[in-house]
């Protein structure tokens, strides 16, 4: 089993530490694994130690906001050399607009006639890697856990045996605070170009996440995104159907891309999402011996040294 889309505490709405992640990657049998964080590399090391220990196959990654053609989207970067300032550069990017656009989200949340606090975000954040940034699955929680509150009607769907209680946090994120709705707050993000292009500079893979959720209603953006160079398409992952998985398995054929499958794992703001759970029906070894064919990032001892034998 192989699980190239995970999420530490290094990412704003994670839970897992980077050596907590690779041991229940362990315990379940996975083999191989990339821990992905939002616009951030920093867990890269602790795991690939970890890994080597556990005898997991690890490659190192981050998964980067951006921008095309005004629509937000997720860019997956493998093999990376993550000691490289460049991504640095992109975390500090993304952190300098946190603590203005996280004040801007609470007096929207206010607005809609919510009674919540900066000292109650301050709260649910405390233990975050990102303290000044509030995510939306954080106003989520603070909000779910008053108990004045327990019989909101705006609160129903996302509480036990409502429309959306899958995944509530992350299903309250999307209702209110993505794109074109009532909380959102813009965060500038660099054009998918850069991102391609700096994942490149840096010996890495780059591999669109999940596009059957961020290309619903503009797939036509396809053909755009692929003359930007991208190298594969997450075609196996939680939030694809058996037929978007085939659907992007097609596109990544036709295209001459990679294909990669990654769970989307979390921890509590995602309960629904399991790890290793994302229907890939690809033959690990192939995967894996892909990815180390085309990436010529050669920082990582943990990538090469578990490099596939030509025997095999």
């Known amino acids: 089993m192989i699980?190239?889309?995970?999420?530490?505490?290094?990412?704003?709405?994670?839970?897992?530490?980077?050596?907590?992640?690779?041991?229940?990657?362990?315990?379940?049998?996975?083999?191989?694994?990339?821990?992905?964080d939002h616009n951030c590399v920093r867990a890269n090391r602790e795991a690939e130690v970890a890994a080597k220990e556990y005898g997991i196959r690890y490659i190192p990654g981050i998964e980067i906001d951006c921008v095309y053609d005004g629509s937000p989207f997720h860019v997956l970067g493998y093999g990376i050399d993550f000691s490289s300032p460049d991504f640095e550069t992109i975390e500090k990017n993304v952190r300098s607009q946190g603590r203005e656009a996280s004040l801007q989200m609470l007096a929207k949340t206010q607005a809609l006639g919510f009674a919540i606090t900066e000292a109650e975000m301050e709260y649910a954040a405390r233990e975050s890697y990102w303290p000044e940034t509030w995510t939306g699955e954080m106003f989520a929680e603070v909000l779910l856990s008053k108990a004045e509150y327990a019989s909101h009607e705006r609160l129903?769907?996302?509480?036990?045996?409502?429309a959306r209680d899958d995944n509530p946090l992350v299903n309250f994120y999307w209702d209110f605070y993505s794109q074109?709705?009532?909380?959102?707050?813009?965060?500038?993000?660099?054009?998918?170009?850069?991102?391609?292009?700096?994942?490149?500079?840096?010996?890495?893979?780059?591999?669109?996440?999940?596009?059957?959720?961020?290309?619903?209603?503009?797939?036509?953006?396809?053909?755009?995104?692929?003359?930007?160079?991208?190298?594969?398409?997450?075609a196996f992952s939680s939030y694809h159907s058996p037929q978007e998985a085939q659907k992007y398995w097609q596109e990544a054929k036709k295209h001459a891309l990679l294909t990669t499958c990654g769970s989307d794992f979390h921890g509590k703001t995602k309960p629904a999402i399991v790890l290793g759970n994302h229907g890939g029906w690809l033959a690990e070894e192939t995967v894996w011996e892909v990815l180390l064919r085309h990436s010529t990032n050669k920082c990582s001892e943990n990538l090469h040294s578990t490099s596939l034998d030509e025997s095999e």
């Open 156 to 162: 129903r769907p996302y509480r036990a045996g409502g």
């Open 180 to 234: 074109g709705k009532p909380c959102h707050v813009e965060i500038h993000y660099p054009p998918m170009r850069e991102i391609v292009d700096r994942i490149h500079q840096n010996g890495g893979l780059a591999v669109l996440a999940h596009p059957g959720m961020n290309l619903k209603g503009k797939e036509w953006l396809l053909e755009g995104i692929v003359q930007l160079g991208i190298d594969g398409l997450e």
């Open 3 to 36: 699980d190239l889309h995970l999420h530490s505490c290094y990412s704003n709405d994670g839970e897992w530490t980077p050596r907590a992640l690779v041991q229940k990657c362990a315990d379940l049998g996975i083999g191989g694994m990339s821990i992905t």
